[in-house]
């Protein structure tokens, strides 16, 4: 039923591009729908679409962005994200996004400014703390991803206790 839906909801997005294939909404609309179908390829070729009729729209970029990601094409998501950071720089998840994008790719000085830039923006979530723990243990700093540990334990102590066990870096060294 569900998806029955999402492909009624689809014929009518593709009428409203009929009459202007421009259409920003629909377009975004059109994009996010053929992602939950599980069409991908078509869902980037909307926002490709999207950023070329939009080029000034910073979400449309970090949709693009993080399709890319999700597709494992990492040169394309790198620089969409850092698009949409350059449109708006306190976009936190672009930040994020550009973090995992570079760390997929093995930059991980690049990475660990990307989420410091996200951590500085999302103080208290935990997930821009987390990868910059992992990219400090790829780095071979343990103490760098000690002292994250330790700041995580007074807001995220869940997620503090899941890196310590990931990482070897127990309450002595932490």
Known sequence: MLLGQRQRALDKVDELL?????DPHALATRAHLLAELGDKAGAQQNLKRLVATQPEQPA????????????????????????????DPKLDRAWY???LSLIRQRRFEEAVEAL??????QPMSPYGWYQLARVHVDR?????????IRHLRKFE?????QLERETGLGHSQA
Not at 18 to 22: G, H, M
Not at 142 to 147: L, V, Y
């Open 157 to 161: 102590p869940k997620v503090a206790a």
């Open 18 to 22: 009929d009459l202007n294939a421009a």
């Open 140 to 148: 071979q700093e343990p103490d760098e991803a000690a002292k994250i």
């Open 116 to 121: 410091r830039k996200n951590t500085e923006l």
């Open 60 to 87: 449309a970029w970090f949709n693009l962005g993080y399709l890319c990601e999700e597709m494992g094409q990492l040169e394309e998501a790198e620089a969409a994200f850092r698009r949409a950071t350059e449109l």
């Open 97 to 99: 996004g550009l973090g």
